[in-house]
């Protein structure tokens, strides 16, 4: 596994699990979890999207 697959399956592991731990929550403080997990996904992407040894094909 790359590094980029593994960071992948890591962050895809820990949002599934927050989500996950949504019906335990009141309604009112989903908006928070989904913002955590924007800012979260947003920044794994920028990694993988970035140009680098990491990413080179």
């Known amino acids: 596994m ?3 697959e593994a960071l992948a399956e890591r962050t895809t592991e820990g949002v599934r699990s927050r989500l996950e731990s949504l ?3 009141p309604t ?3 908006v928070a979890v989904f913002e955590t997990v924007h800012r979260e996904l947003s920044a794994v992407l920028s990694v993988l ?3 680098g040894p990491a990413t080179a094909r």
């Open 49 to 51: 999207d970035a140009p």
């Open 28 to 30: 009112h403080e989903h």
């Open 2 to 4: 790359t590094e980029e």
């Open 23 to 25: 019906d335990g929550l």
